[in-house]
């Protein structure tokens, strides 16, 4: 079957088997940033934005998603560079692999466009099923109230 979506603003078409879920249709389609940690909705490294909403991509059928706008990390960042959640990340060292670090992203900017000025409970309950296998969870806290605060700035001086 032939499903037709935005992938971080693109017009995406994909002839699809009617089991092939969400996560094996993006891999296909050249979206790597989309990571496939269980296959079974554990980990969150799949973590895409249907709609503004994360979910993991591994659990869906690609058939769902059909009219929908995804986004993934690829599509954060924009002509005058990484988002400030990303930049955030990164100045608190909270970029620790590229296997956990997409869903991440992800997951937080949906809290963030929920709860701009979310506490650390708020964030670390948010990102619960986000899992790091090897490092923890400090710094990616540190990161994402740092990314919290330069959004709220920017929103605030413009
Ligand atoms: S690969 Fe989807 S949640 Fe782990
Ligand atoms: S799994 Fe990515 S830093 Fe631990």
Do not use: W
Request: charged share 20%; net charge negative.
């Amino acid at each position: 079957m032939i499903i037709r979506f935005l992938l971080d603003g693109s017009s995406t078409e994909i002839d699809v088997e009617p089991g092939t879920t969400l996560l094996e249709a993006l891999r296909s389609v050249g979206a790597t940033s989309v990571k496939d940690g269980c296959s079974h909705g554990d980990c969150g490294t799949c973590a895409v934005l249907v709609d503004g909403r994360a979910v993991a991509a591994c659990l869906l059928f690609a058939a769902q998603v059909d009219g929908s706008s995804i986004e993934t990390v690829a599509g954060m960042a924009g002509d005058e560079g990484l988002h400030p959640l990303q930049s955030a990340l990164l100045d608190a060292g909270a970029v620790q692999c590229g296997f956990c670090t997409p869903g991440i992203l992800l997951t937080a900017l949906e809290l963030l466009k929920n709860n701009p000025k979310p506490n650390e409970l708020e964030v670390r309950q948010a990102l619960a099923g986000n899992l790091c296998r090897c490092t923890g969870y400090v710094k990616i806290i540190e990161g994402v109230l740092l990314g919290a605060d330069r959004l709220a700035g920017a929103e605030g001086g413009s």
